[in-house]
């Protein structure tokens, strides 16, 4: 017996136009500054991040690096890709990177654009700034018409699937044996955020990144899953 054939509807776009380019210059938040990451420049430093934090990498299909040279190496040519851009990510008013993500596999005539690369250092993890980092890749990348934004992850990665979740991004499904990784099978977890999802879950994150919403240590009154789920599921 064969599974019934399930069609999307037509979706007519006559004014489509392509997205644009990722920023080149900075992006600038309340906390947190995003700066076009540059190898020679800041290499060294997230080298340092990450010395000794070898499962940070466990679930990447890059590192740990044995040296500075082998990261050095990675990054110019990671950088250097054409549908890449990577920021460091730094507080606000400072110099000193606390780790970098960006854009990858970004597809400006579909309009479709992955957030990824996301190294974040022991100190970002899990912090305001963490998710105001994503939140402003987010917001550029839709200003810039962008349709579709992903989000993937081994699947063996429970902390990156549930970020996913956290942040508002849809699970789509499974790409199996999509990668050899580290001389195993990679099944990957895509997850996605659409432009119209957009629209009701950016207000969302602008109150739970609101300063009202931490104490003065830096901690959270409330969830963004509880700002999430009031748009979501309205009263």
């Not at 064969?2 to 992006?27: N, T």
């Not at 990510?89 to 993500?101: I, R």
Request: glycine share 8%; hydrophobic share 45%.
């Amino acid at each position: 017996m064969h599974s019934p054939q399930i069609f999307s509807p037509i979706q007519l776009l006559p004014d489509w136009r392509s997205a644009g380019k990722a920023p080149e210059a900075a992006i600038q938040g309340e906390t947190v500054s995003l700066r076009p990451l540059d190898a020679p420049r800041h290499g060294a430093a997230l080298f340092r991040l990450f010395t000794g934090d070898d499962g940070h990498w466990e679930h990447l299909p890059y590192g740990p690096f044995a040296d500075e040279d082998g990261f050095m190496t990675w990054l110019a040519l990671t950088v250097a890709q054409s549908d890449t851009a990577l920021y460091i990510v730094c507080a606000k008013d400072s110099e000193q990177p606390l780790g970098f993500l960006g854009y990858r596999q970004m597809v400006q005539a579909h309009g479709a654009i992955e957030i990824g690369h996301v190294n974040f250092s022991a100190a970002l993890r899990r912090t305001r700034l963490a998710t105001e980092s994503v939140f402003l890749l987010l917001k550029a990348a839709f200003e810039l018409g962008y349709r579709r934004c992903e989000w993937r992850c081994d699947s063996r990665n429970a902390a990156s699937a549930a970020a996913a979740r956290r942040l508002g991004f849809q699970f789509e499904g499974t790409l199996r044996q999509a990668m050899v990784v580290k001389r195993r099978n990679r099944d990957t977890h895509v997850f996605s955020m659409l432009d119209g999802e957009w629209q009701a879950l950016r207000p969302a994150y602008a109150a739970y990144l609101a300063s009202g919403n931490f104490d003065a240590a830096g901690k959270q009154r409330r969830p963004l899953a509880e700002f999430l789920g009031e748009v979501r599921e309205p009263a």
